[in-house]
């Protein structure tokens, strides 16, 4: 690609030639995600509804029976606003922005209903030229994840646009039989370099995850995982473990590193060490070694690269100018993977990471602008 820099020197047009080489391309179906689809339902509230729901500001909760009438009645509420969501699908969707084109460089798979939400679900992830298959079923309606807005909330200026409610429903219905092993959707698994599933989908379909553990690792290519929350670690140990062998990168947050940590016996709370103690896990595909990166909020990325652990200063921001950090992991990772499948060195994933995380905790929601302003 050729970038012609113009000046005027004393009165005398100086053209330059500055080669600038092409960023290795990526091309359709490059990025493989896997995870709950859930369609992102968010309104103004006032204090009333959350009270009518039980519902406190900080609440990330799953919906039980009496939050039925919730999304009935969020959904009357002035200016809804639908998002496609779900942490696996925000992730490849912002790694779909930050690489821009070519489009459908990420495919996603997960479970929907085939209702109206499914549909709005479709829509969005189109918009977000994501290349999504999703496995319809019609037992369980649509996921949804209700987003209570109050606005005290941003009166206040507080950094929550929370409370959310969760109803994994489809979501919760993924098979592997029905879907992944089929000719046509394992054709779209095989075209992938990198792969991405958080930890959430253990609890769906550990086979499903399994089977594309062992493809990448069969093949060299990079598989990806996220320990997505303590309860993951303490309650989906087995199947976790039975995948670790054959994860190539491991993000997560401080807390779920010590909530890890602390499952496996490590004996110490220092995140160096944890990252250095859950690299040298057992890893099948001994081509390539494991890479550990654990996000801290505003503090360091931890990260291992080769032997050494080594920190990563996020992106300064003003604290005042943080409106929502909701999302501020699923965009990490997102920027992430967006240099990953471009064959960007570790350094730069991060960097990406940092940026996408950055862009995304200015907003309300895990919303961007129409491009990255990433260089
Ligand atoms: N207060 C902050 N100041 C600066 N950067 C931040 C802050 N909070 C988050 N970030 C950015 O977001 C990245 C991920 O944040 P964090 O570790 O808080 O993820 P998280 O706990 O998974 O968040 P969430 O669960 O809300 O998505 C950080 O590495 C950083 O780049
Ligand atoms: C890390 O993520 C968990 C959810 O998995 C969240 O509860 C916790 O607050 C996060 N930790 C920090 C320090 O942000
Ligand atoms: C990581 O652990 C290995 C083996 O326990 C040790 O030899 C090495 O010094 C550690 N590296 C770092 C950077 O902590
Ligand atoms: C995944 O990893 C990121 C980055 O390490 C972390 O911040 C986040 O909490 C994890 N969980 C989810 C659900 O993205």
């Known amino acids: 690609m050729n970038n012609s ?52 500001l900080n609440d990330q909760i799953l919906a039980e029976d009496k939050h039925k009438a919730l999304f009935e009645e969020i959904v009357k509420r002035n ?15 912002i790694a779909q922005w930050m690489i821009q084109k070519p489009q459908k460089v990420a495919t996603f798979f997960g479970c929907i209903g085939a209702d109206q939400f499914g549909e709005i679900l479709k829509e969005k992830a189109a918009e977000a030229h994501v290349d999504a298959h999703y496995y319809e079923q019609n037992v369980e309606p649509t996921g949804t994840c ?9 009166f206040m200026g507080s950094v929550s646009a929370g409370p ?18 089929l000719d046509s959707n394992w054709e779209l698994v095989k075209k992938a370099k990198v792969y991405y599933i958080a930890g959430f989908f253990l609890t769906v379909s550990p086979e499903s995850i399994m089977k594309v553990a062992k493809h990448a690792s069969d093949n060299n290519k990079i598989f990806c995982m996220n320990l997505s929350a303590p309860f993951i670690s303490q309650f ?16 997560g947050n401080e807390t779920e590193a010590a909530t890890f940590a602390k499952e496996l016996g490590f004996e110490t709370d220092d995140i160096a ?35 050494e652990v ?30 990953l499948v471009q064959e960007q060195a570790l350094e730069e994933c991060i960097r990406a990471g940092h940026y996408a995380a950055n862009v995304i905790i200015r907003r309300v929601g895990c919303t961007f602008p129409e491009r990255p302003d990433f260089h």
């Not at 989906?236 to 993000?251: A, G, N, Q, R």
């Open 5 to 56: 820099h113009i000046s005027w020197r004393a009165g005398v047009c100086i053209i330059q030639y500055v080669f600038v080489p092409p960023p290795p391309q990526s091309s359709e179906n490059t990025l493989f995600g896997m995870g709950n689809p859930l369609l992102d339902i968010s309104a103004v509230v006032d204090k009333d509804f959350l009270d009518k729901f039980g519902l406190k």
């Open 79 to 93: 200016k809804v606003e639908y998002h496609a969501g779900g942490s696996t699908q925000n992730s490849v969707k």
């Open 146 to 154: 209700a987003a209570c807005i109050t606005g005290d909330n941003r």
């Open 164 to 181: 959310f409610v969760a109803n994994l429903a489809a979501a919760n219905c993924y098979k592997k039989e029905q879907h992944l092993d």
């Open 236 to 251: 989906f140990k087995e199947p976790l473990m039975e995948v670790m062998p054959y994860v190539d990168i491991l993000f």
């Open 273 to 307: 060490e944890i990252a250095n103690k859950t690299q040298n896990l057992p890893k099948e595909n001994t081509k390539r070694q494991r890479v550990v990166v654990f996000t801290q909020g505003k503090e360091d990325t931890v990260a291992t690269v080769g032997d």
């Open 310 to 339: 080594t920190m990563f200063p996020v992106l300064d921001i003003d604290q005042n100018d943080i409106v929502d950090t909701n999302g501020a992991g699923d965009a990490f990772v997102g920027g992430f993977l967006s240099a």
